[in-house]
C-alpha cells in the first residue's frame, strides 16, 4: 500500500493538513451561516417594507394641482351628440396660472346650452329634474350641445365641510379620468344632494356615489378622497364670479346658479317647469 512507504514525519504532515482543511472548512460552514440568517431576516424585513409602500401608495390620495383636469379646457365640459349618442369632447387641461379657452359660439341652428351649476344647489337639482331628460334627448339628436361648467358658491352653506368644493372637484375628477362617466355622476350627486345647512356628504360617500353611478376607477377615487382638484375649482369659479361670462349676450358674471345661457341668451325662467325651458328654447332658435 501507498501509506506503508510514507515516513512517519510524513504521515503526520498529512494528518495536519487534513485537519487544517477540516477546520477551514467548519469556519466557512460557520460563516455562511452566519451570513444567511441576517440576511434572511433582511429579506423579509424587506419585503414588508415594500408590501408597507405598495399599500400605502395605492391609498394614499392623489396630490393637489393647481392645473385644470383634461376635458375642461374652457372650464367646463361640452357634450356633443348625433345618432342617439352624447359624447363628452376631448381636450387638454388648462395649465396651472393660465386661463381658459372659450369654446366659440356658432349660428348652426343648433341649441348650445351652457350651465353653470353647483352639485351644492338645491336650485340646480330642480333644473335638472325637470330638465335633464330632455337636455339629454335634444343632444343625442344633434339638435343641442350641452356645456357643464362645475363651480362652488355654497361652502358657507354645509358647516365647515366644504361640501359644495369637494361636491365639484368630483365633476372636476370624473371629466379627467372618465369623461364619458361625468353626465351619469352629475346626476348621481343630484338624486343624492344633501341637505343644506349639514356637513354634506364625506370624500368616501362621494366615491361611493360615483360608484352607484356606475363607475369604478381608481384614480377617480384618490382623486375625489384627496380633493385634487381644489385649487382649479376655486380658481374657476373666481373666473365666474368675476369675469364677463364668454359668448354672453348679457356680458355679465355669474351671479348664482344656475345661471343657464342658450345661445348666449340667459334663461330667467321657472326652473321646475320643463315646458318653460323648452319654450325658451324654441324661441332662441327662432330668433
Same mark, same amino acid.
Not at 393637489?64 to 361640452?78: E, F, H, V, W
Not at 348679457?250 to 344656475?258: D, H, I, L, Q
Given at each position: 500500500?501507498?501509506?506503508?512507504?510514507?515516513?512517519?514525519?510524513?504521515?503526520?504532515?498529512? !494528518?495536519?493538513?487534513?485537519?487544517?482543511?477540516?477546520?477551514?472548512?467548519?469556519?466557512?460552514?460557520?460563516?455562511?451561516?452566519?451570513?444567511?440568517?441576517?440576511?434572511?431576516?433582511?429579506?423579509?424585513?424587506?419585503?414588508?417594507?415594500?408590501?408597507?409602500?405598495?399599500?400605502?401608495?395605492?391609498?394614499?390620495?392623489?396630490?393637489?394641482?393647481?392645473?385644470?383636469?383634461?376635458?375642461?379646457?374652457?372650464?367646463?365640459?361640452?357634450?356633443?351628440?348625433?345618432?342617439?349618442?352624447?359624447?363628452?369632447?376631448?381636450?387638454?387641461?388648462?395649465? !396651472?396660472?393660465?386661463?381658459?379657452?372659450?369654446?366659440?359660439?356658432?349660428?348652426?341652428?343648433? !341649441?348650445?346650452?351652457?350651465?353653470?351649476?353647483?352639485?351644492?344647489?338645491?336650485?340646480? @337639482?330642480?333644473?335638472? %329634474?325637470?330638465?335633464?331628460?330632455?337636455?339629454?334627448?335634444?343632444?343625442?339628436?344633434?339638435?343641442?350641445?350641452?356645456?357643464?361648467?362645475?363651480?362652488?358658491?355654497?361652502?358657507?352653506?354645509?358647516?365647515?365641510?366644504?361640501?359644495?368644493?369637494?361636491?365639484?372637484?368630483?365633476? !372636476?375628477?370624473?371629466?379627467?379620468?372618465?369623461?364619458?362617466?361625468?353626465?351619469?355622476?352629475?346626476? @348621481?350627486?343630484?338624486?343624492?344632494?344633501?341637505?343644506?345647512?349639514?356637513?354634506?356628504?364625506?370624500?368616501?360617500?362621494?366615491?361611493?356615489?360615483?360608484?352607484?353611478?356606475?363607475?369604478?376607477?381608481?384614480?377617480?377615487?384618490?382623486?375625489?378622497?384627496?380633493?385634487?382638484?381644489?385649487?382649479?375649482?376655486?380658481?374657476?369659479?373666481?373666473? %365666474?364670479?368675476?369675469?364677463?361670462?364668454?359668448?354672453?349676450?348679457?356680458?355679465?358674471?355669474?351671479?348664482?346658479?344656475?345661471?343657464?345661457?342658450?345661445?348666449? @341668451?340667459?334663461?330667467?325662467?321657472?326652473?321646475?317647469?320643463?315646458?318653460?325651458?323648452?319654450?325658451?328654447? @324654441?324661441?332662441?332658435?327662432?330668433?
Amino acid at each position: 500500500m501507498p501509506d506503508e512507504r510514507l515516513t512517519k514525519n510524513d504521515k503526520r504532515e498529512r !494528518a495536519r493538513e487534513a485537519a487544517r482543511i477540516a477546520r477551514e472548512k467548519q469556519k466557512r460552514a460557520e460563516n455562511l451561516r452566519r451570513w444567511l440568517i441576517p440576511t434572511s431576516v433582511t429579506v423579509v424585513v424587506l419585503a414588508i417594507a415594500a408590501i408597507v409602500v405598495l399599500v400605502v401608495s395605492t391609498s394614499a390620495p392623489a396630490p393637489q394641482t393647481a392645473a385644470g383636469p383634461k376635458n375642461m379646457i374652457s372650464d367646463g365640459i361640452l357634450f356633443t351628440g348625433s345618432g342617439g349618442a352624447m359624447t363628452a369632447t376631448t381636450t387638454a387641461a388648462i395649465k !396651472a396660472k393660465s386661463t381658459p379657452t372659450p369654446n366659440p359660439l356658432v349660428s348652426d341652428g343648433v !341649441a348650445h346650452i351652457v350651465t353653470y351649476v353647483d352639485f351644492s344647489c338645491p336650485a340646480c @337639482q330642480s333644473f335638472e %329634474a325637470a330638465n335633464s331628460a330632455n337636455i339629454k334627448t335634444l343632444v343625442e339628436k344633434g339638435a343641442a350641445t350641452l356645456e357643464v361648467h362645475p363651480i362652488a358658491i355654497l361652502d358657507t352653506h354645509y358647516l365647515t365641510s366644504k361640501y359644495s368644493t369637494r361636491s365639484n372637484n368630483v365633476g !372636476a375628477c370624473v371629466a379627467n379620468y372618465a369623461p364619458g362617466n361625468f353626465y351619469a355622476v352629475m346626476q @348621481q350627486l343630484y338624486t343624492d344632494q344633501p341637505t343644506e345647512g349639514t356637513s354634506g356628504l364625506t370624500n368616501n360617500q362621494l366615491v361611493s356615489e360615483a360608484h352607484k353611478a356606475g363607475l369604478t376607477n381608481g384614480s377617480v377615487d384618490k382623486c375625489i378622497t384627496g380633493v385634487s382638484f381644489q385649487p382649479w375649482v376655486t380658481a374657476a369659479t373666481a373666473r %365666474a364670479l368675476n369675469n364677463p361670462l364668454p359668448n354672453s349676450a348679457s356680458g355679465a358674471a355669474v351671479t348664482g346658479t344656475p345661471t343657464i345661457l342658450v345661445n348666449g @341668451q340667459s334663461y330667467t325662467g321657472n326652473f321646475k317647469d320643463p315646458s318653460a325651458f323648452t319654450t325658451f328654447v @324654441q324661441k332662441v332658435l327662432a330668433g
